[in-house]
């Protein structure tokens, strides 16, 4: 990592969970971070599980829905004027919504879904390349995927989610070749993550009976990892499940 000390992070949903992890992980490592989230307030807050007061002030937070155009817009405009640009990108933010595909009425929640997990990612990941691309910096820009992006697990509740992480599998590699294409040698990373503990686990999920996750803390060790990897090498999809995991 320690190309990346002084450079600037930009984490998604880094209010909670995994993102949270990643955020203080990338500040205990050297690095300028910028946590987005719509709860700013749990961004700021991390600052208290840093190292010392320098990382502490290396850690920035700013308001912003992914699925909004607009608050991606302002922030990334934000991380440009006060740092001049992002090098590297993790694109966190995820969520799930209660229903079924069949439900009625329920075109609101799967939009949600979409806006935030598909088209957030794209818009955030257009920005980011485009800062990168600007100042010649061969950055990394890393999705955090899941398992449901390569299968469908048999769990209630998946709806859309599901089709959204395949969504998300499907990018990373169009990315790849469009990054190539541009002549730059910026990377992309799926980090595909089996059960975690974390809010997006549902009661509904608990009920089916005990099962393995994993601790959001490991898949930022695995962000540091392929981020911190030499410039010559790609980790095109790291795929991490908890021992035991039957689905």
Not at 6 to 17: E, H
Not at 28 to 41: F, I, K, P, Q, T
Not at 83 to 101: E, M, P, Q
Not at 193 to 206: L, N, R, S, Y
Request: hydrophobic fraction near 40%.
């Amino acid at each position: 990592m320690d190309r990346w000390t002084g450079k600037v992070a930009v984490v998604t949903g880094a209010s909670s969970g995994i993102g949270a992890a990643i955020t203080k992980s990338l500040a205990n490592a050297g690095m300028v971070v910028v946590g987005l989230a719509r709860r700013v307030e749990r961004v700021e807050a991390l600052r208290d599980d840093l190292k010392d007061e320098a990382t502490r002030k290396r850690l920035h937070a700013v308001k912003c829905d992914v699925s909004k155009e607009e608050d991606i817009l302002k922030a990334f405009s934000w991380v440009e004027e006060k740092f001049g640009g992002v090098d590297v990108l993790v694109n966190n933010a995820g969520i799930a919504r209660k229903t079924s595909l069949v439900a009625p009425g329920n075109t609101t929640m799967l939009r949600e879904v979409i806006d935030t997990n598909v088209m957030g990612l794209v818009m955030c990941t257009r920005e980011a390349f485009q800062s990168m691309k600007k100042r010649s910096v061969d950055g990394h820009i890393v999705h955090i995927n899941s398992i449901a992006g390569h299968n469908v697990p048999n769990f209630p509740g998946l709806n859309i989610y599901s089709a959204s992480k395949f969504a998300v599998t499907a990018l990373t590699e169009t990315m790849r070749r469009e990054f190539s294409a541009e002549g730059t040698k910026i990377k992309v990373t799926s980090v595909s993550p089996g059960a975690v503990d974390t809010e997006i686990i549902t009661d509904e999920m608990k009920e089916l009976g005990k099962f393995p996750m994993l601790e959001s803390q490991d898949i930022a060790d695995a962000v540091l990892y392929a981020v911190g990897t030499p410039p010559r090498v790609q980790v095109h999809e790291l795929t991490i499940k908890p021992v035991g995991e039957s689905f």
